[in-house]
């Protein structure tokens, strides 16, 4: 699936880790491993391998590598069942967005917002697929990640309050619904 911005040019892919061979998802899994993250944003997201890695193994997340012209450049992982990790009321309305990373080289140039609002097209198409029932995407983004929330933001995504069980801080509860 990819997202294409205002002027129609496709900036952001997202490549669905459990759809592929397994030796396309090895060559992913390989760059992946190859991500640099901004300082700090490891305690926020984690390691990008062993979250795309831990999803594989979990039926309940669909992980996603995110490329941009020709490279991964990011991951993040859809879940179902698990909103409430994010703050929400319960936890099958919303799917969870989670793990959510963009290589340290392709921030700044709308690929977070693109690959965001394409995460929300994908699991409105997981929801038809699975009859699950639910009505959006929700995630939790750190209050002390201003440029995350902006970008989220950015890709229709509301705010819908503070959330204090976030492991690494207060945190930012934030829901898009289907269109």
């Known amino acids: 699936m990819s997202y ?8 952001a892919w997202l490549i669905p880790l459990k759809a592929i061979d397994a030796d396309a998802r090895a060559i992913h899994l390989g760059d992946v491993a190859e991500l640099s993250l901004q300082p700090g ?3 926020f997201v984690g390691d990008p391998l062993r979250m795309m890695l831990a999803g594989l193994e979990d039926a309940s997340q669909f ?4 490329e941009a012209n020709g490279a991964v450049v990011g991951v993040l992982t859809l879940q179902c069942g698990a909103a409430r990790l994010a703050g929400w009321e ?4 919303a799917w969870l967005l989670r793990g959510f990373a963009i290589d340290a080289a392709s921030q700044g140039q709308g690929i977070g917002r693109s690959a965001a609002a394409a995460a929300v097209e994908e699991a409105r198409k997981l929801t038809a697929w699975l009859d699950g029932g639910q009505g959006g995407v929700v995630l939790s983004v750190n209050e002390r990640n201003p ?11 509301v705010d819908r309050g503070r959330y204090l069980g976030g ?3 207060p945190q930012r509860t934030m829901f898009r619904a289907f269109a």
């Open 167 to 169: 492991s690494s801080g």
């Open 90 to 93: 319960d936890d099958d309305s």
């Open 41 to 43: 944003q490891r305690e």
């Open 4 to 11: 294409k911005d205002q002027r129609g040019t496709s900036v």
């Open 147 to 157: 440029a995350g929330r902006a970008a989220y933001a950015r890709a229709g995504f």
């Open 63 to 66: 992980p996603f590598s995110i």
